[in-house]
């Protein structure tokens, strides 16, 4: 096993970006990562070992918490990360809607990078059909015209119900 963690690590060296400090980008990492190890064919008993080494210091030390069978799965280390920092879904919909393309990104990587967080901000939200993405569409369009106490009752009737 060392010999094939030495040989994918040594050809993804390069590739796997580090991951950088704010949460709200973890969901783009994961996904980027998570394409390298497809296009490299990454064993999945090897994804788990080539992704610890390009965390932050933060995800390294939240990892110390996880039972050593869920530390080999590479999907249990993405979600228990990703849980833990509670991302929420209004963070992702509102990064979404004011991304701005950083000098040093491509429109590539920009669109990929805004896409990811719109896709993950319906993931959150439990969307599964077009028809559920238009009722939230929706209903956040009316939730901008609210007034903060009513909002604030939505929202708390919201987080009531799950």
Do not use: W
Request: hydrophobic share 35%.
């Amino acid at each position: 096993m060392a010999g094939q963690t030495r040989f994918y690590g040594d050809a993804l060296k390069h590739s796997i970006p580090k991951m950088g400090l704010d949460p709200i980008e973890f969901p783009s990492h994961f996904a980027s990562v998570a394409n390298l190890f497809s296009l490299y064919e990454v064993p999945p008993q090897l994804q788990s070992k080539l992704l610890i080494p390009m965390l932050n210091e933060r995800s390294k030390s939240l990892l110390a918490k996880l039972r050593e069978e869920r530390l080999d799965k590479y999907v249990e280390v993405r979600d228990y990360l990703l849980r833990d920092f509670k991302l929420t879904a209004e963070q992702y919909r509102e990064r979404f809607r004011t991304a701005v393309k950083s000098l040093t990104e491509t429109y590539t990587l920009f669109g990929s990078r805004v896409k990811n967080l719109f896709l993950y901000y319906l993931q959150n939200r439990k969307v599964k059909t077009v028809e559920q993405v238009i009722e939230l569409l929706v209903s956040d369009s009316i939730r901008e015209t609210l007034s903060p106490a009513c909002l604030r009752h939505v929202l708390s009737t919201e987080e009531q119900n799950g």
